[in-house]
T-cell receptor, first 114, second 115 residues
Framework: GNSVTQMEGPVTLSEEAFLTINCTYT??????LFWYVQYPGEGLQLLLK?????DKGSNKGFEATYRKETTSFHLEKGSVQVSDSAVYFC?????????????FGKGTHLIIQP | DAGVIQSPRHEVTEMGQEVTLRCKPI?????LFWYRQTMMRGLELLIY????????DSGMPEDRFSAKMPNASFSTLKIQPSEPRDSAVYFC?????????????FGPGTRLTVL
């Protein structure tokens, strides 16, 4: 079956530090890959996505590249801000037509200190 | 545009009571998903509908859980009878396959506490 593995944290960084959150996956075929962010007390918001190998998703300074050879989709940001403090979820959706549910990693709690 | 709407936002009930969670998807979306979030198990897919038809309910934990989607703009998730281990945050999400999108948009969640 499908699975997503990500570092759980908490990850604590200082403002303006470089961020990497690792994510690897197991799936058949060519899944779509996502990063969602959850701020305290809120639902999940899509941060970025990539639907095929070598695609790079980007948004709000965050980036992630779909690496099929290493089955990875690591999230990066060059300079984090206090407002980036949240829980980040890596997820995949199986390939094929129609809608399928997402398989999520356990989430990484990111804390940015001023 | 209104996002996914869930009600209630918070629900506290006693063991054995019936609980009904409600969801209104984004207008025009034809797929709807129910997820549960707990500290121990993270985010789990419970069930999803496509064009109001349940497609995969293999994530529904027990017969105590049931979900319906009587029309394109409304879905319910019912727990009867509720148990303390059902305490979690329940999210509803919707997406559209008609326009080729696979992005799921999440509601704010219902925090359920069963005493």
């Amino acid at each position: 079956g499908n699975s997503v593995t990500q570092m759980e944290g908490p990850v604590t960084l200082s403002e303006e530090a470089f961020l990497t959150i690792n994510c690897t996956y197991t799936a058949t075929g060519y899944p779509s890959l996502f990063w969602y962010v959850q701020y305290p007390g809120e639902g999940l918001q899509l941060l970025l996505k990539a639907t095929k190998a070598d695609d790079k998703g980007s948004n709000k300074g965050f980036e992630a590249t779909y690496r099929k050879e290493t089955t990875s989709f690591h999230l990066e940001k060059g300079s984090v801000q206090v407002s980036d403090s949240a829980v980040y979820f890596c997820a995949l959706r199986s390939s094929g037509g129609g809608a399928d549910g997402l398989t999520f990693g356990k989430g990484t709690h990111l804390i940015i200190q001023p | 545009d209104a996002g996914v709407i869930q009600s209630p936002r918070h629900e506290v009930t006693e063991m054995g009571q019936e609980v009904t969670l409600r969801c209104k998807p984004i207008s025009g979306h034809n797929s709807l998903f129910w997820y549960r979030q707990t500290m121990m198990r993270g985010l789990e897919l419970l069930i999803y509908f496509n064009n109001n038809v349940p497609i995969d309910d293999s994530g529904m934990p027990e017969d105590r859980f049931s979900a319906k989607m009587p029309n394109a703009s409304f879905s319910t998730l019912k727990i009867q009878p509720s148990e303390p281990r059902d305490s979690a945050v329940y999210f509803c999400a919707s997406s559209s396959t008609r326009i080729g999108g696979d992005t799921q948009y999440f509601g704010p969640g219902t925090r359920l506490t069963v005493l």
